[in-house]
């Protein structure tokens, strides 16, 4: 089945709610993804149609099997982008999450994996080298 950006979004959206707050609301999703309820009834809706939600209006919102999976792939790619940005690479951390939001729905499983091994590589085996490019970016910025 074939799921766009914004549908991963969304799901995304959901999964973090339901996992910080324990319940997905509406009004939730709309503040979350900045975007008017209206919007988000309709997102919803064809979510539901794909069966990757389930939803009622005026109802409870949950997460299919199938729409967790996908919501936990697109939050774990997030994650681990974000902090590939912001450790190995040193973007500052407003524009590595942003970043990570866009490459998230991009960028293949075979290249996150490649990422997180390259991470933990520098790390364990250069850890000098790492501080010392880091250390150079930061100063750069700076000037």
Do not use: W
Not at 3 to 14: D, N, Q, T, W
Not at 108 to 125: D, L, P
């Amino acid at each position: 089945m074939e799921v766009s950006k914004r549908e991963e979004e969304y799901l995304e959206a959901m999964y973090i709610l339901h996992k910080n707050k324990g319940v997905i609301r509406v009004k939730d999703i709309a503040r979350m993804m900045n975007v008017k309820p209206p919007s988000v009834v309709d997102a919803l809706k064809k979510l539901a149609e794909k069966g990757l939600i389930e939803y009622e209006k005026y109802d409870r919102i949950l997460l299919t099997d199938e729409g967790r999976e996908i919501a936990e792939k697109t939050y774990s790619k997030h994650v681990l982008l974000t902090k590939f940005f912001i450790d190995i690479l040193g973007i500052p951390p407003d524009i590595a999450e942003q970043d990570a939001c866009q490459f998230e729905h991009y960028v293949h499983e075979i290249t996150v994996q490649r990422m997180k091994e390259f991470a933990s590589y520098i790390q364990e085996n250069c850890p000098y080298v790492l501080k010392q490019f880091l250390k150079e970016k930061l100063e750069g910025e700076r000037n």
